[in-house]
C-alpha cells in the first residue's frame, strides 16, 4: 500500500514519523452500521471510492479496474461523478471547516514502533494454523471430514480354534495428505503390517487416495459365544505447518467364537477293538477275494437312510388313545343310564357328558401324533401337525369349562338356599363361560391355521454334521415366528379355564361331595402340576429323538384325560353302589320290625331317615 491511498474516502491511518522505511503502524476502515473505525482485516474483502486518476497511474492500482483475481472479488468500475463534487457536497453539510484531525483519521503516534505488515511468511504460522503461499497468510487448519473406512461393521466367525481373516478399505477424500495411526485394538486383533500393530506409529494416506488394512483374528483365550470390539485409528494432517488436530476414526469387529469340537477319541476303549483284530483281518480276506463286486464295495462305504420313523411303538400310543376312548365312551354312557339316579341327578348329567365328550377329544390328539411320513403322504402328515393343537386345546377347554359351569351352578343353588332365597338357575345361566372360552379357542386356533401353520419337515439329527441328509427326523415346524404367539395365547385361554374352575372349586369346597368336585380337582390339579414339571423338560431333553417324543407326549395326554374321568367318576360310583346298599339294607330292617312299629306309629314316623337332594329342571 502506498502513501497515495491516503486519499480514499473511509480510510483512518496510524503512523510514525519517526520511523525509517515505511511508517505506517494500522490501518482502520469505517464502518457504517457501528459508526466507527475498525481495524482492517486481512483476509476480508472492502470496497471503496478514490479517484479515478489515482486507480489509473499509480502503482498497484491499475489492477483492480481488471478481472478479479480473488475469489470473491468484485471489479471496479469508473463512475460519472467528479471528486469535486463530492467533496463539494460533504463540505456544504458541515457548519465549521473540515478537520481531519476532530475525525481522527490521520494520527501520528510515535510512541509505536513496530510497522504494520500483512505479509506472513512460513514461519510466522502459529500452532492450528497452515500456510497458505499464494495468499501468503496462514489460515486455521482445516477439517478432516472425509477420511472413513468404507466398513463399519466386519463380521469374523472362528471355527476349530482357527484364525480367520478380515480387511477394511481406509478412504482419505480430502485434498490434503492426513497421517494415520493406531490408536487402541484389542488384544485378539492382529494386523498384517506391523506399522499399524505399533500404537501411534504414523502412516501417509496421499489425498485421494486409499489403503487396504489387513488383520487376523486370535480367539486362543476368548470363551464361545460372540464378542464385539471397537479398533480405533488417529488421523491428522500430515503437513508439518502446526496442525496438530488429531480427529478418530473407528471400525468395529464382530467375531463368533464356535465350542470346541468334541472329538469323542477311543481312549480306553480302544482295548476292546485290539481284541477284534482277527475278525478285522478274516473280513478284509473274505472282502480282497473277490466274493462282492467294485459296485457293492463303493455302495457300503454310505450308510443307509435313517428317517427314524415311528415305527411299532405307534402301537403303544394307539392302545393309550384307544383306553382312554373306551373309558370315556362307558362313564358316557353310564351318566346317560343313571341320569335318573339321585347322585348322578344331583352332579347334573349335562355336565358330566360335556366333560366326557372334551375328554374324548382331548384324547384323540394321539392319533394325528401317530401319523408320519412312514404311513401316510407329505400333506396328510401337514393336515396332521394342525390336528394336534386343535383337539388337544378344544377338547381341555370343552372339560373344564364344562366342569366350571357345573360346579358354579351348584355353588350359586346351595349359597341361595343358605339365605334363604329361592332362586332357579338352569344349563343356559351358567353357559356363558364355556361360550367365551370356546369361541376363544376356535378364533385363535383358526387364525393360526391361517397365518402360520403347522407343516411337515425333515430335519437332520446332527445339525453339524457336513453331510447330515442319510440320518434325519420328521417333525412339525411353522415356517415364521407368528406360531408362538399363537401357542401363547392358547396357553393363557387353557390355563384360564383351569383357572377358573379352580376359583370356584374354592368357594364350593365345604360343599358335599355328593354334589361338588372341589376336592377331587385340588388333588387333579397337584396331581397334573407334578406331570407337567416331569414331563416337559424331559420332552426338550429328547428333541430330535421322535419315538421318545411321541411315547411321552401320547403318555402325558393319556394321564390328563384318564385322571380327569376317574377323579370326577370313580367317586359317583362308589356313592351310587354305597346308596343302593344303604337303602337295601334300611328296606330289610323295616321290614323285620313291622309288628313293632305298629304299636307305636310316632315312632315310626321318627325314625324313618329321608335323604333330600336338590332337584334339577
Not at 467533496?87 to 490521520?106: F, K, P
Not at 407368528?482 to 369346597?509: M, P
Amino acid at each position: 500500500m502506498t502513501d497515495s491511498a491516503a486519499t480514499g474516502v473511509g480510510f483512518g491511518y496510524t503512523y510514525n514519523t519517526k520511523l525509517e522505511g515505511s511508517r505506517l503502524i494500522a490501518v482502520e476502515v469505517w464502518d457504517t452500521s457501528e459508526n466507527q473505525y475498525l481495524p482492517l482485516e486481512r483476509l476480508k474483502l472492502y470496497s471503496f471510492a478514490a479517484a479515478h486518476f489515482i486507480c489509473a497511474h499509480f502503482d498497484r492500482y491499475p489492477q483492480i479496474l481488471g478481472k478479479a483475481t480473488i475469489n470473491g472479488e468484485v471489479p471496479a468500475v469508473i463512475g460519472d461523478t467528479s471528486v469535486q463534487s463530492i467533496v463539494a457536497d460533504y463540505l456544504t453539510q458541515l457548519n465549521a471547516s473540515y478537520d481531519t484531525r476532530i475525525q481522527e483519521r490521520l494520527i501520528n503516534d510515535t510512541t509505536i514502533f513496530t510497522p504494520m505488515n500483512f505479509i506472513q511468511e512460513e514461519w510466522d504460522c502459529p500452532d492450528g494454523t497452515i500456510y497458505n503461499k499464494k495468499l501468503q497468510t496462514c489460515p486455521n487448519c482445516p477439517e478432516i471430514k472425509r477420511v472413513s473406512f468404507l466398513t463399519e461393521l466386519v463380521k469374523l466367525k472362528s471355527e476349530k480354534c482357527e484364525n480367520p481373516w478380515g480387511k477394511v478399505l481406509l478412504s482419505n477424500r480430502e485434498v490434503f495428505n492426513v497421517s494415520i495411526m493406531t490408536k487402541s485394538a484389542p488384544n485378539w486383533i492382529m494386523f498384517n503390517e506391523s506399522r499399524f500393530n505399533m500404537l501411534g506409529n504414523a502412516t501417509t494416506l496421499m489425498a485421494g487416495g486409499s489403503i487396504a488394512i489387513d488383520f487376523y483374528a486370535r480367539p486362543t483365550n476368548l470363551m464361545p459365544g460372540t464378542t464385539v470390539s471397537t479398533v480405533l485409528f488417529g488421523v491428522a494432517h500430515a503437513t508439518d505447518s502446526g496442525c496438530l488436530n488429531e480427529y478418530a476414526i473407528a471400525f468395529d469387529v464382530s467375531l463368533k467364537v464356535l465350542p470346541k469340537a468334541e472329538l469323542n477319541q477311543l481312549g480306553n476303549i480302544r482295548a476292546a477293538g485290539l481284541t477284534m483284530m482277527a475278525l478285522f483281518f478274516f473280513v478284509q480276506s473274505v472282502l480282497a477275494s473277490g466274493h462282492f463286486s467294485t459296485a457293492k464295495s463303493k455302495l457300503s462305504r454310505h450308510p443307509k437312510a435313517e428317517l427314524n420313523q415311528l415305527g411299532n411303538i405307534r402301537a403303544a400310543g394307539l392302545t393309550m388313545m384307544a383306553i382312554v376312548l373306551l373309558c370315556t365312551i362307558s362313564f358316557g354312557f353310564w351318566t346317560f343310564f343313571n341320569r335318573k339316579v339321585q347322585v348322578v341327578r344331583a352332579s347334573q348329567p349335562m355336565f358330566l357328558i360335556m366333560i366326557c365328550v372334551g375328554i374324548f377329544v382331548m384324547g384323540t390328539s394321539i392319533f394325528p401324533l401317530s401319523i408320519d411320513d412312514g404311513i401316510a403322504s407329505v400333506s396328510a402328515c401337514n393336515i396332521a401337525c394342525m390336528a394336534v393343537p386343535w383337539l388337544a386345546s378344544m377338547g381341555f377347554t370343552i372339560a373344564f369349562s364344562a366342569l366350571f359351569s357345573k360346579i358354579w351352578r351348584i355353588y350359586k343353588l346351595v349359597e341361595s338356599a343358605k339365605a334363604l332365597i329361592r332362586l332357579k338357575v338352569t344349563e343356559k345361566d351358567v353357559m356363558a363361560p364355556f361360550a367365551i372360552l370356546f369361541g376363544l379357542n376356535f378364533s385363535c386356533l383358526l387364525a393360526w391355521t391361517l397365518v402360520d401353520p403347522l407343516l411337515w419337515v425333515r430335519r437332520p439329527v446332527n445339525e453339524g454334521d457336513v453331510d447330515g441328509s442319510w440320518n434325519t427326523y420328521g417333525t412339525c415346524q411353522s415356517s415364521g415366528k407368528a406360531h408362538i404367539a399363537f401357542l401363547v395365547i392358547l396357553l393363557i385361554i387353557d390355563a384360564g379355564a383351569l383357572l377358573l374352575s379352580c376359583v370356584v372349586a374354592y368357594y364350593a369346597r365345604n360343599i358335599s361331595d355328593e354334589f361338588s368336585e372341589s376336592k377331587y380337582l385340588g388333588v387333579g390339579v397337584v396331581s397334573w402340576l407334578q406331570l407337567l414339571v416331569v414331563g416337559l423338560p424331559i420332552l426338550f431333553l429328547i428333541d430330535g429323538m421322535p419315538v421318545a417324543s411321541y411315547f411321552l407326549k401320547s403318555a402325558v395326554i393319556s394321564a390328563l384325560c384318564l385322571s380327569m374321568l376317574l377323579l370326577v367318576f370313580v367317586p359317583k360310583l362308589i356313592l351310587s353302589r354305597r346308596k343302593k346298599s344303604m337303602k337295601g339294607a334300611h328296606v330289610n330292617r323295616t321290614r323285620a320290625s313291622t309288628t313293632g312299629f305298629d304299636a307305636f306309629p310316632q315312632l315310626a314316623s321318627t325314625t324313618s331317615s329321608r335323604i333330600a337332594y336338590p332337584v334339577f329342571n
